[in-house]
């Protein structure tokens, strides 16, 4: 811990470290990503459930939102569970989050409340933002979750300033700041990683690489496509983690988390995920053939590749599993039911919490 102290004490001072340390000593990477969490029957079962509670609690988002119920935007995480379930379980108390707008897997992953969610999503006064965020713009400090962003890669420079709030408070959290193959291509995430990696700050961003920036696959709009690669001229090291494999991820995040905290500086981890609806609720994904999301499916499925384990180990049955299915699917009802009875705000809240 005590590199972090003194480059901490010493951004305090001066804002920057003028420190003349060779940065090049950090050229020993850790080996990360290549590993997989070995998890015992509990864990397999507690990540079954919690990546079902997302799968299952989305789906129910895209029937709301075609009956009409959800306005606005809303961006389904479907496909993506394993990534923000993996990187939770290696996460501390006081451990941050901060994302985009594909953002209720990671809520939930958070620990905040499914029914505060989708009381949000329908605008009801009992949501995260009182109803008047959506989709995009719930927060909840109890639990660490930073946002929540509309703006695509606004949430990186946010989530590098909890960072240095962090190193500044000398507290030992770490920041993890979630953001898309397509936000890997802004300038903000650039002038991020230069920051972080001067000050050292603990922060961990993590590339959600699902292929496409809305129609846009990776290969058309990056001119470089491995983005575990894209820290290198800031010396941060990268690695590329298979973002499907729940167990990957954990160990990926172990090691991530480990080093940042321990005052070494960034990490960037590429997870490399899929996502299996359109962009938005609005999109009917012409730029894919249905082949390949049922091939990814089919081969690759974040929550079947868990399910398959503990039925060929003889840690659950099928009834075992339908049990946790249903008992998802209650909390997820629940939830709906909440979000479509619970009140809307009172007309005076049009002028509270709002910047004019
Ligand atoms: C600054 C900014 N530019 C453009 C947009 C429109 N936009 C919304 S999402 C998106 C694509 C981002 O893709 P990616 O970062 O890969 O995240 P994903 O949606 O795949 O999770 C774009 C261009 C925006 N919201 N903000
Ligand atoms: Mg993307």
């Not at 894919?288 to 990814?296: A, F, G, L, S, Y």
Request: with cysteine.
């Amino acid at each position: 811990m005590a590199p972090r102290k003194s480059a901490a004490s010493s951004s305090r001072r001066t804002g920057a470290t003028n420190s003349t340390k060779s940065r090049s000593a950090k050229t020993a990477k850790p080996a990360i990503g290549a590993q997989v969490a070995e998890f015992d029957r509990e864990q397999e079962l507690e990540v079954y459930r919690e990546m079902l509670l997302i799968r299952r609690f989305e789906e129910k988002a895209g029937q709301l939102y075609g009956m009409g119920f959800i306005g606005g935007f809303c961006h389904l995480y479907i496909g993506q569970e394993a990534v923000v379930t993996g990187i939770q379980l290696a996460m501390k108390d006081g451990d941050q989050l901060i994302t985009g707008y594909r953002d209720h897997g990671h809520m939930l992953a958070a620990g905040m409340s499914p029914r505060g969610v989708m009381a949000e999503l329908t605008g009801r006064q009992a949501g995260y933002s009182r109803g008047k965020g959506g989709s995009m713009h719930m927060f909840s400090r109890e639990k660490n979750f930073y946002g929540g962003h509309g703006i695509v890669g606004a949430q990186v420079p946010l989530g590098t300033g909890v960072a240095f709030a962090n190193r500044y408070r000398d507290n030992g959290n770490v920041s993890l700041a979630f953001f898309g193959d397509g936000a890997a291509n802004q300038g903000q995430v650039y002038e991020s990683f230069n920051m972080a990696e001067l000050w050292q700050l603990p922060v961990i961003f993590v590339v959600e690489n699902n292929r496409y920036a809305m129609g846009t696959s990776v290969s058309r709009a990056s001119a470089q496509t491995d983005f575990s690669q894209r820290g290198v001229s800031f010396n941060i090291p990268g690695h590329k983690v298979d973002g499907m494999d729940v167990r990957a991820v954990k160990a990926a995040a172990l090691s991530a988390l480990d080093y940042a905290r321990s005052g070494k500086g960034p990490v960037i981890l590429e997870m490399m995920t899929y996502r299996y609806r359109g962009h938005s609720m609005s999109d009917p994904a012409k730029y894919r053939t249905k082949d390949e999301v049922q091939k990814m499916r089919s081969e690759h499925d974040p929550i079947e590749q868990v399910k398959v384990r503990l039925l060929e180990k003889g840690w659950a049955s099928e009834e075992e599993l339908k049990a946790i299915d249903k008992e998802v699917r209650d909390i997820v009802a629940d939830s709906a039911e909440f979000a479509q009875t619970t009140p809307e705000p009172d007309p005076s809240e049009l002028y509270t919490d709002i910047v004019l």
